[in-house]
Every structure is written in C-alpha cells, then in structure tokens.
C-alpha cells in the first residue's frame, strides 16, 4: 500500500465534520475544514463591520465548526495545541488547497444531489491519487458516484464515522462497486490502526449496518410497547443494561441521538429497503411525529421523551406522557421482572432470567429480543457476509455489550429456536443449516472471555491477577481485582514477576497490561480499610512497604518493564506506570494521583516519581527557584487532577514526552510488547539511581500559604488543608533546608509517615469507606 496520509481535507463542518476534523488532528495529521460562504451577512456581521470579502464572514461556517470541537471546556479536542493542525477553508475560495490533500471526506448535509454536485467539484480540484469518502449516514455509495468517471470510483468509497467521532468506536467501511482493493485495504488501515477504530466492513445497502439494525430495534420498540401498554420510563427499565445494551436503553437513547434524527433515518429505510420484509415498521407513530412538531427533539431542545426541571428541592427527571400530553413526574418504581432479572450476577444469567420468565415484562423482553435476532439473522447477507460484522457494529457503534448472535449464544440457541417456532416464527435457513451441522452456538466459549487467556497461554494464576505469555520472551501481568485495583498480593506478584524476567534467560521483559475498560482504580481501599478497623498498623505499613517495593522493583529492573495504562489509571495504577521504563498508553486515559480524595498521600512511590518526572525537563542543579516545579506537582497531588487524556497526562508529567500513545485500544498490548522487543534491540539500560534536590522547609513554607488561601476562599475544606500541608511535606522533602539533596527512599519513608498518620485520623477512614462502599469521594 503506497499511499500517503500527509493531509486531509474534511469538507463540512457540522456536528460531524468539525468532530471528524478533531479527531483526525488528534492522530497527528493536518486538516483543511471546509465549508459553504454564507449566502448573506447577519446582523451580527454587519455589526462587527464585516463585508462580503471579509474572511471571517466567508469562513464563518467552518470557523464556527473548528470553535466548536477546539472550545478548552467543551470541545472534543484532545490538546488545545492541536487546533493549530485544523485550517478552516471555504468552498469558494480555497478549491486549490483540495490538492494538497491526500484523503477527502465529504460531511455535508444527507441529500443526494448536493453530494452528487460536490463529487464534480472535487474531482476539478483533488489530485489524482487522492483518495474521496463519504460519511453518509444512508444514502448509497454507489449512487453518489454513479455519473462520476470510473477513475474517480476506483478511488471512492463511504466512510462512516458515528457521533461522536472521537468516542464512538465503529468506522464503517463501504465500498462503492468500483473501489480499488488498495483503497479499499487502505482505509481500512488508516481507520483501524491511525484512528484507532473498529472497522466494519459494511455493503452500500440502506443506513448500512450498524444504523439498519439500531434504527430497526428503536422503531420495533415503539411497536411492542402498544401491545403490553408500558410507558417510556417501563421500557428503559427492560431495554438498558438487562438487555447488554447502555444505561440510556430506548428513550434517553433516543433523547440523546435527536427524535429528528430518528424520524430521518427510518424515513431513509422505509423509502429504501427491499420488498422481502415489512416495511410499515419503520413508520413511527404519530405521537412521535406530533413531538417533533412540538420541537420535543430530545437533549438538543431539552426536552423529548424526558425533561430535567429545577425544582425547589434542586432538579427533577419528568417524562413524557404520550396518553395526557404533558410531562410527568417519573416514578422510579422498578418493575418485578425488572427486580429479578437485575439480582442475577451475570449479563447470561440476567438475559435468560428476563427473557424466559412469565411475567408481562419478561415477555415484552423476548418480543423484542426474538424480533432482533430474527431480522438480524434474515439481513445475512443482505448486509454483511459475515454474522460477527453486526455484532461489531452494535458494539462499537451503539454501545451494546453484546451484539444480536452474541445474545443468541447466551439464551441458547436452540432452546430459543424451539420456543420461536412454537411461536410460528421461520427461521432464517442458514440458521438452521448451522444447527444441522451441529453448530449450537455462533462463537466458540471463550469469545466473550474478558482476561487475557483468550489471547496468550497462562503462565501463572493467582486469585487478582495472572501472568500470561505473550511469546518472544515477553511475559504480561494482568490484573483482575474488581476496578483492577491493586492490593498485597498483586504487589508481591508484581515483585516475584520481575525477579522472575530478571533471573530467567527465556525472558526479555514484561509488561503490565489488560484488556478492561480501566488500568486501575488504583489501591484496594477495601483491604486498607479492613486493616484500619482491626488497628492492624504493622499490616498497614507492610502494604505500604510492599507497594514501594514493587514500584522500585519495576524502576530498577534490569530488563525493561512496560505499562500499557488506559481508561482509569488511578492513585496505585499511576503509580506503577509512573515506574515503568516506557507507557504505552491508549489516547483516552485518565490519569491522576487521587489519594488527598480519601484522605492520604500517595504512598506508592507517586509523590517522589513524579518529583522526579517534573525535574527532569530543568536543570535543578543551576537552578535557584524551584518554586514553580514543586508547586506543578504539589497542585496535581493536592488538587487531585486528573488528565483528560494520554496527551493532556504528558502536559501533567504522568506520562513522558517519550512514551507512546496508540489510538487503538486493540493493539494496545501487541505494541506493548514491540515496545519492549525495540527497548531490548536498541540496547536496554536499567536506570541509574539519581539524587533529588528539594525546597525543604522554605518550599513548604511557600505551599502552606497557598493552601491555607485556598482554605480561606472556600476552595477547599479545613481538612483538605491538613491533607495539603502533609502533601507539601512530602514534595519539600520534609524539615530540611532549601536545596537539600536527598534519595528517593528518603522520599517514599516521608510518604508512608504521612499516609499512615492520615490513616489514623477519622475524617481519612471516613472518607475511605465511604469511596470503598459508594465509589464517591466525601467532602468532610
Ligand atoms: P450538519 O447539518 O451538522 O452539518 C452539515 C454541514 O454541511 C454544515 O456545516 C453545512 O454548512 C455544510 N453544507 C451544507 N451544504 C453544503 C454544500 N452544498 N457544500 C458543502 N457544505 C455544505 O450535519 P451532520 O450531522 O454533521 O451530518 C453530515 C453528514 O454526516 C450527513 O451525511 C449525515 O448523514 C452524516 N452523519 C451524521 C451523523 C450524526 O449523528 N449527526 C452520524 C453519522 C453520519
């Protein structure tokens, strides 16, 4: 594939395009944001003394598309820095730049004859191996192109982002009758590996794949709810997490997407799907039409199948009532069904209990579940060759755990073909013909095994974590704790594992990694908690001790050791990546010290590692002031700041300017374990021990004042303050003199003495149990 990826030009900056923009600056490659000049200056324009010609008024759509994304608080931006990548164009005046660009995706508004136009435009201007996608939601690849010369549809096709491009996985990738195999092979490269998505490869049928299913079971539910009289609130009680799909079920889903959105893309299937299945479904109901006359849109008019209201004792969730059209209060009352279902521990056994119980609710779930799986199953291969493309699809692109035949697997399939077909129902002959080859489930038993055994042989498993091997020498330490968290017996794994690559001649490192959503939520609280209640103060500072240990262990082993954090990297999980000799991070990790929340220091190396880190871009030694370095990690620890992202941890000192940020999740791990082949090839040095210069007592003079202001202006609580004061004599190094040099052992006994003397205190357990039992920090 010898394509070059040096420029994209994005053209429309709507909600899509302005998200598809960013999100591409945010892989590292430049974009040209196109738009439309205004047909006429505003009122506001005039105001400001714009003319016809003024750039600002002729690239006011695509600068309003780029605020949009780049804005610090709200945008989907990952670095302020990045907006510097976004150059806003318009579509009279800057043509040439198209050019320059070697990916054109066009993501303006869904009619087919302005597109058709557009793609004439393009073809003026676009050089000749630029490769031209579309992000259409519904309308044909094909007929996009159809008057468009052949050289031009070789190098065409859709590429389907869903909203919001950074954060929803599925990348849909439709080729148009002519597409090139290069292009085709690709895109589906720069989808999966640049922008780290999850490729689907759907064909040019009706709203694809992910949308043809996600439309369909939306407007289905509209349907089954008649027949059992369930409102809205009922059915998202039965439709969410019970069912493996979001917590936002069918309405706050609907409420989120836009009720106008919904309406336009079952317009879309109903004028477009074939004549082999019903299309009366996809006519919603009259109530939804009259609420999208009311502008009842959703959270975009705040206010659709839900509405939040201020009340006088602070705000409430009404819903509407589609029989007296008005909102009313929701009642929060679970259904029994609901109740049942909900108690059981697992999604199989929930699913099961939901489906094949008696209740009304129980047969509403498998109305719905069994309509799913049947025209799911009937749209192979209308819409994909490949069943597991569908599952892919609503899992990355709708959020659901569990996609349709992944949920046939889990209720049984043959048990739950008996049942349909007691109820008159036809299955879908390949079904069958499976079933006849004795193919009683879609996937094999380890499909939806989340650890890492379904990927590399275990060497070691203990009751929190295991070792696994990844081949080429390279051995992985997976944690499995609830929230991953780490407690005593992780950390002794931690320290045998390393000793372990460290003795043995088969090994050439290791890394610590997984393949949950988080890292970790950082040290078990509820074990220290235990210890706290039982005054058990040697097992406290043995733990202490421990995590120290590990942590050093890993800093000073003498292969390398890589971490690969994603998601929540919290308190202990920082900790252990802050060590490591290189972070392979995933782009969305949200990292942060956040011990002051229960009421400690970070006590497993985290002050003094990133004391470390934050010195190691000055140099100390002829520095007089290290007032503002001391203070960067003070504030982080104090105020418990968290990253945004991988590439905000770096701006933190979490992470290093030299560690590596991959976009997708997937290959997290695989690179990884490169990082750790590379580190070895390239001639691995363990770390040499290095001294730490401190500010002592006059640093910390100088961060009790800022605290005890921010205690006075109400930032923070009195306890939060003594919590601060102990973070400082921490990051000071203690009752020293200014310019003290001192070892980082020196600095982890300074941390373990504040910790456990904030362990002793009422407010720290407090606030400890309370984050163990609730998961929410407390205020005390
Ligand atoms: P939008 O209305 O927010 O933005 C469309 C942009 O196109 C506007 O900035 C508009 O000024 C510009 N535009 C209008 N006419 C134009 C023309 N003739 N030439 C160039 N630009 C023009 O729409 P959106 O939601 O961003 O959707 C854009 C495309 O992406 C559509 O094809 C839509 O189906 C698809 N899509 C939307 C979503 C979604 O959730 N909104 C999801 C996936 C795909």
């Avoid at 936002?248 to 336009?264: E, N, P, Q, R």
Wanted: net charge negative; hydrophobic share 40%.
């Amino acid at each position: 594939m010898n394509f070059n990826l040096n420029k994209v030009a994005v053209i429309g900056s709507g909600v899509m395009g302005a998200g598809i923009a960013s999100h591409i600056v945010g892989a590292g490659i430049p974009v040209c944001l196109f738009d439309i000049v205004p047909r006429e200056l505003s009122e506001d324009d005039i105001k400001k003394g714009l003319t016809q010609e003024s750039k600002a008024f002729r690239n006011k759509f695509a600068q309003a598309g780029k605020d949009g994304v780049t804005n610090k608080k709200t945008g989907l931006i990952y670095d302020a820095d990045m907006a510097n990548m976004i150059e806003v164009c318009n579509l009279s005046d800057d043509l040439e730049k198209l050019g320059e660009c070697d990916w054109i995706i066009e993501v303006i508004v869904e009619r087919l004859d302005i597109k058709k136009n557009l793609m004439k435009q393009l073809a003026e201007y676009a050089k000749d191996s630029a490769i031209i996608t579309t992000n259409t939601s519904g309308i044909s690849v094909n007929k996009i192109v159809e008057d468009m010369p052949l050289e031009f549809r070789e190098r065409f096709l859709g590429t389907h982002f869903f909203n919001p491009p950074r954060y929803m996985r599925l990348f849909e990738v439709i080729p148009c009758d002519d597409t090139s195999e290069e292009v085709f092979e690709f895109m589906k490269y720069v989808g999966s590996h640049l922008l780290g998505k999850g490729v689907v490869v759907a064909k040019d049928t009706p709203n694809f794949i992910g949308n043809r299913i996600g439309v369909y079971s939306s407007v289905l539910t509209f349907k089954i709810m008649e027949k059992y009289n369930f409102n809205f609130e009922q059915v998202d009680q039965i439709t969410g997490p019970l069912m493996g799909r979001p917590k936002t079920a069918s309405f706050k889903t609907a409420d989120l997407v836009g009720l106008d959105i919904l309406d336009h893309t079952s317009q879309t299937l109903y004028n477009n799907v074939g004549d082999g299945e019903d299309k009366s479904i996809f006519i919603l109901p009259d109530y939804v039409k009259e609420m999208i006359e009311n502008k009842q849109l959703g959270n975009k008019t705040r206010q659709g199948f839900y509405k939040k209201v201020k009340t006088e004792k602070g705000k409430a969730v009404l819903v509407w009532d589609k029989d007296v059209k008005e909102y009313v209060p929701t009642t929060r009352e679970l259904l029994p069904e609901v109740v049942e279902s909900s108690q059981q521990k697992t999604l199989k056994d929930k699913l099961n209990t939901l489906v094949y119980g008696e209740g009304k609710a129980n047969k509403f779930a498998w109305d719905i579940i069994k309509s799913v799986l049947l025209y799911s199953a009937n749209r192979v291969p209308e819409i994909a060759d490949d069943y597991k493309e569908i599952d892919k699809a609503m899992n990355r692109g709708y959020n659901w755990e569990v996609g349709p035949f992944e949920i046939w697997d889990m209720i049984g399939v043959e048990k739950s073909i008996s049942k349909m077909r007691e109820e008159g129902e036809v299955i879908p002959e390949w079904v069958l013909v499976r079933l006849s080859k004795g193919k009683t489930s879609f996937y094999d038993e380890k499909h939806l095994v989340k650890t890492l055994d379904k990927m590399y042989p275990v060497v070691r498993e203990e009751k929190n974590c295991a070792v696994l091997d990844m081949g080429d020498g390279v051995l992985c330490l997976e944690f499995r704790s609830r929230g991953n968290s780490i407690n005593p017996d992780i950390l002794d794994v931690i320290s045998e594992t390393v000793k372990e690559i460290e003795e043995n001649p088969n090994y050439k490192g290791l890394v610590i990694g997984n393949n949950s959503n988080n890292f970790s939520a950082g040290a078990d609280l509820f074990s220290i908690c235990k210890m706290v209640e039982a005054n058990d103060e040697e097992g406290l500072k043995s733990m202490l001790a421990k995590f120290q240990k590990a942590s050093m262990d890993i800093k000073y082993a003498n292969k390398p050791v890589v971490v690969a954090p994603r998601g929540m990297t919290l308190g202990g999980g920082l900790e252990i990546t802050m060590h490591s000799h290189c972070a392979v991070a995933h782009a969305e990790t949200y990292m942060g010290l956040v011990e002051a929340g229960v009421g400690i220091v970070p006590a497993g190396g985290g002050v003094k590692e990133l004391l470390v880190r934050c010195m190691e871009d000055v140099d100390v030694y002829n520095l007089s002031d290290l007032g503002p370095v001391i203070r960067k990690v003070w504030e982080n620890i104090a105020m418990a700041k968290v990253s945004k992202n991988a590439f905000d941890a770096i701006k933190l000192g979490y992470l290093r300017k030299t560690d590596r940020i991959v976009m997708n999740i997937d290959e997290q791990l695989e690179e990884a374990k490169k990082q750790v082949l590379r580190m070895v090839e390239d001639g691995f040095r363990p770390n040499i021990k290095k001294a730490i210069k401190v500010t002592g007592t006059t640093g910390k003079a100088f961060l009790d004042y800022m605290a005890y202001n921010m205690k006075e202006g109400n930032m923070i609580s009195a306890y939060d303050y003594e919590i601060a004061q102990k973070i400082a004599d921490t990051v000071t190094g203690g009752d020293v003199p200014k310019n003290t040099v001192v070892t980082e052992e020196q600095i982890l006994a300074l941390e373990a003495k504040s910790t456990l003397s904030l362990l002793k205190n009422e407010k720290t357990q407090q606030r400890m149990m309370n984050m163990s039992k609730t998961g929410k920090p407390l205020r005390n």
